[in-house]
């Protein structure tokens, strides 16, 4: 069955610290895999896209990495601010553009 | 702004009754997803559209059907509703492509009473 397993499930952090958000999936074939990050109640923002060739990928202080050959990616976030407070979403996206989702981080920055 | 927009913002209804989502994509964007969050499930894909055609099918009731029509946007539809389908809805575009950047609707938060 095609998964995502997201962990952990929540953090938190002090504001300044650097943190790393893990994601590893059972999808196949696979396509491609996208972080998003969704403040609550909000739709999510797309972090970072990354295809089956592609090891790591930056978007600002967001860095995802991504090893394909034993399915496992990492969000990782430099510096946190405040406004880092969210859900962390790992998605992937099979050869026929069905998208599986994970269930999420939690994450809380504190002052 | 996402450019994505959707109508209505809320929406309360019976168990039973039949409603109707709007989603308008961004201009120039071909594809629209359909996604559904609840508390107790996270995000599930329920459909995606592209160019007024279905091209991929989640986790879609038989109950819940949508359309993309000629002008790109799309509607769901939710019929026979229970309490269970009380979520936030969202909508999200893309010009088209496997790998490109999808851009997510304000939602629509449903209630079902």
């Known amino acids: 069955k095609n998964q995502v397993e997201q962990s952990p499930q929540s953090l938190i952090i002090l504001e300044g610290k650097n943190c790393t958000l893990q994601?590893?999936?059972?999808?196949?074939?696979?396509?491609?895999l996208r972080w998003y990050k969704q403040d609550t109640g909000r739709g999510p923002v797309s972090l970072t896209i990354m295809t089956f060739s592609e090891n790591t990928k930056s978007n600002g202080r967001y860095t995802a990495t991504l090893d394909a050959d034993t399915k496992q990616s990492s969000l990782h976030i430099t510096a946190s601010q405040l406004s880092d407070s969210a859900s962390y979403i790992c998605v992937v996206m099979d050869s026929s553009y069905k998208l599986i989702f994970g269930s999420g981080t939690r994450l809380l920055v504190r002052p | 702004d996402s450019g994505v927009t959707q109508t209505p913002k809320h929406l309360i209804t019976a168990t039973g009754q039949r409603v109707t989502l709007r989603c308008s994509p961004r201009s120039g964007d071909l594809s629209v997803y359909w996604y559904q969050q609840s508390l107790d499930q996270g995000l599930q894909f329920l459909i995606q559209y592209y160019n007024g055609e279905e091209r991929a099918k989640g986790n879609i009731l038989e109950r819940f059907s949508a359309q993309q029509f000629p002008d790109l946007h799309s509607e769901l539809n939710l019929s026979s509703l229970e309490l269970g389908d009380s979520a936030l809805y969202f909508c999200?575009?893309?010009?088209?492509?496997?790998?490109?950047?999808?851009?997510f609707g304000p939602g629509t938060r449903l209630l079902v009473l």
């Open positions: 999200a575009s893309s010009p088209g492509g496997a790998t490109e950047t999808q851009y």
């Open positions: 994601c590893n999936y059972t999808v196949s074939p696979f396509s491609n």
